[in-house]
């Protein structure tokens, strides 16, 4: 019983649309692109021999499936309209981006088709609306971003252009994801104007916006007050499209399937090429490991002769070490050397001098009437040597105390004799270490304790290991500016104000470890 009053219901529907054969038209193009709205082919037919348009336009087309078929329906019924499509061709946020192909192809198959009436406009909707004056367009096709403000803003910039029988249709009223607003728009102008929405394929709603609507599409949007005659109209055309929706999954699939086989004869080729790839580079590995092989012994050759030569080097470098120390030791005796020629030489100076001011005081001596007198008896008693002796130092003792010399020269010689029993007496001074050390004091028979206290302070010589003169005179340049004895002055003040004194090997041992 049930099917009997569907049946009847679906019969009443079809008789008072007038829905004909192209309710079972095949379409002229199909592609996978915009594959919902093939849900809706059958309607877009049925719409232009319904309303009967001599205007439309759509704004959105991508791959053409909805634009073709309401321009499949223009040619198959006669009529002198024109029609256009706007879009971009390059995509949005929602329908995703794409290339020049879909254009292309697309504006092939509108040259072999649909020459004569259609146009493909590449523009954005708003600068196309100046194209087309006001209330001219009779069927207006919304399709293109699907944000609430978007297809807002389409609309309320169109509807100037529409004419008094105009219709709108809107696709995506049945989707409530994402940004998706078209229904909540729906919804707004369906309270002001009569509509039918279609509820699969993602909705599509057919608004009457104008007030002259053609006798079918006024009669549709009756229908669509009643909810039994709504249903059939809506099962009806859903039957349909379920079977061009088929279509496209088919469709799809077999672009995919044949995605797929040429990504496998490429990935084929590829293998076939990676194996020939493979069997030249096993045979350049194979070369490779040759000459790395090679290399190898090579290298073991180059690294037994780096060591060879390491050793080489070191033992030059132990050679040019011990060189160092000797150049070292020889110039620090050079320097040593060249300081007590210096001091032996202002001692020569000195010595001269004084040589010189005995040979005046000699002069002056030999003409003295004190001379003469000891000459005199120095010659009378020429066989009494030691008569004779007296008589020198007589003369002598005589001639200090005219000259007021008597006194000085015997504090000096006090002071002298003083100065030698403290250096002989001190523990830094070592006569035997002292002569050995300076071969020129022991061949001249002098005591060394007077050499020391007459000339080696000066000349800067130590009087034994346990004291470095030169280190004490180059730590304290006082008593280096004073020309004082450095052993004296140590005995006599340096040890008491806590003067440091180093020994000869110390010394040296220090001024290695600063040269190196």
């Known amino acids: 019983m049930f099917s009997a009053a569907w049946h009847s219901e679906n019969s009443r529907v079809l008789e008072l649309l007038e829905i004909g054969d192209e309710l079972f038209w095949e379409p002229a193009r199909q592609t996978t692109s915009g594959w919902a709205w093939t849900g809706h082919l059958a309607i877009a037919f049925w719409l232009i021999k319904a309303a009967r348009p001599s205007m439309f336009v759509e704004l959105g087309t991508h791959g053409g499936n909805s634009y073709s078929a309401f ?98 249709v809107f696709h995506d009223t049945n989707v409530r994801e994402r940004d998706f607003g078209v229904w909540k728009l729906w919804q707004e102008l369906t309270q002001f104007y009569p509509s039918f929405e279609f509820h699969h394929s993602e909705g599509l709603g057919v608004l009457g916006f104008g007030q002259q609507q053609a006798p079918l599409m006024k009669r549709l949007f009756e229908l669509g007050g009643d909810s039994q005659s709504a249903a059939a109209i809506r099962r009806i055309f859903a039957s349909r499209g379920d079977t061009f929706r088929s279509r496209s999954q088919v469709l799809d699939l077999g672009d995919k399937i044949a995605s797929l086989s040429s990504d496998l004869q490429q990935q084929s080729h590829r293998v076939s090429t990676l194996e020939h790839e493979i069997v030249a580079h096993d045979a350049t590995i194979k070369d490779r490991n040759q000459q790395i092989q090679s290399s190898a012994e090579a290298i073991s050759n180059l690294q037994l002769e780096l060591v060879r030569r390491g050793e080489e080097i070191q033992q030059q470098k132990l050679t040019i070490a011990s060189n160092d120390r000797i150049i070292s030791a020889n110039q620090k005796r050079i320097c040593r050397l060249a300081a007590e020629k210096s001091a032996a030489s202002g001692r020569i100076e000195q010595l001269q001098l004084e040589l010189a001011i005995i040979r005046k005081e000699l002069g002056l ?13 120095s010659s009378s008693f020429q066989n009494y040597p030691t008569f004779r002796r007296y008589a020198w130092s007589l003369a002598r003792l005589v001639w200090w105390t005219l000259t007021f010399q008597l006194i000085p020269r015997f504090r000096a010689r006090r002071r002298l004799f003083r100065t030698v029993d403290l250096i002989a007496n001190s523990r830094f001074f070592d006569a035997s270490w002292y002569l050995a050390q300076y071969p020129d004091v022991a061949e001249s028979g002098i005591d060394p304790a007077l050499h020391y206290a007459l000339f080696g302070g000066t000349e800067r010589r130590n009087p034994g290991p346990e004291f470095d003169a030169a280190a004490y005179l180059q730590r304290y340049p006082d008593v280096a500016e004073a020309e004082a004895n450095p052993l004296i002055q140590y005995l006599e003040h340096g040890a008491g104000e806590g003067r440091v004194i180093s020994s000869v090997d110390q010394f040296q041992d220090t001024t290695e470890a600063r040269s190196s």
């Open 71 to 168: 321009c499949q329906a223009i040619a198959h019924f006669g009529l002198h309209a024109r029609a256009f499509a706007v879009d971009t061709w390059r995509g949005d946020a929602q329908a995703g981006l794409y290339g020049e192909e879909v254009f292309e192809e697309l504006h092939a198959f509108n040259e072999n088709h649909f020459r004569g009436f259609s146009r493909l406009l590449r523009t954005t909707f708003d600068q196309a609306r100046s194209y087309f004056a006001e209330s001219s367009i009779d069927l207006l096709h919304i399709d293109g971003l699907h944000t609430y403000d978007a297809v807002k803003h389409d609309f309320d910039t169109w509807k100037s252009a529409l004419s008094a029988s105009a219709i709108v």
């Open 365 to 377: 001596i030999e003409s003295s009437t004190a001379w003469k007198i000891v000459s005199h008896i």
